[in-house]
Nanobody, 124 residues
Framework: QVQLVESGGGLAQPGGSLRLSCASS????????MGWFRQAPGKAREGVAY????????YYGDSVKGRFTISRDSARNVVYLQMIDLKPEDPAVYYC?????????????????WGQGTQVTVSS
């Protein structure tokens, strides 16, 4: 069983930046695809980004393209989400997850393993 622990959330000003981290542990099965999704109050879950192991191919949701960058340190089992130019529509609880890549494009079902989430707030 994989455990995922997020950190790095908090308060940023519009146009500011934050970096989220997700540490994975507890399983000998390689977590091939890891990524992030977010959920704001009253809204559906939204896939933010994922990164594959090996070729490190990536995917970004349309709303974050060009602003967010996902990366991973496979040796340390850590995945990062660098967020810049934060906008008023970005606040949400951000969750790290390991799941099939297709799921991140529409995370409407209960698939994979998720972390407990970290709150991101954008306010001046």
């Amino acid at each position: 069983q994989v455990q995922l622990v997020e950190s790095g959330g908090g308060l940023a000003q519009p146009g500011g930046s934050l970096r989220l981290s997700c540490a994975s542990s507890g399983s000998t099965v390689p977590t091939y695809v890891m990524g992030w999704f977010r959920q704001a109050p009253g809204k559906a879950r939204e896939g933010v980004a994922y990164i594959s192991k090996g070729d490190e191919s990536t995917y970004y949701g349309d709303s974050v393209k060009g602003r967010f960058t996902i990366s991973r340190d496979s040796a340390r089992n850590v995945v990062y989400l660098q967020m810049i130019d934060l906008k008023p529509e970005d606040p949400a609880v951000y969750y790290c997850a390991t799941a099939p890549s297709w799921w991140f494009r529409n995370p409407s079902t209960l698939v994979g393993t998720w972390g407990q989430g970290t709150q991101v707030t954008v306010s001046s």
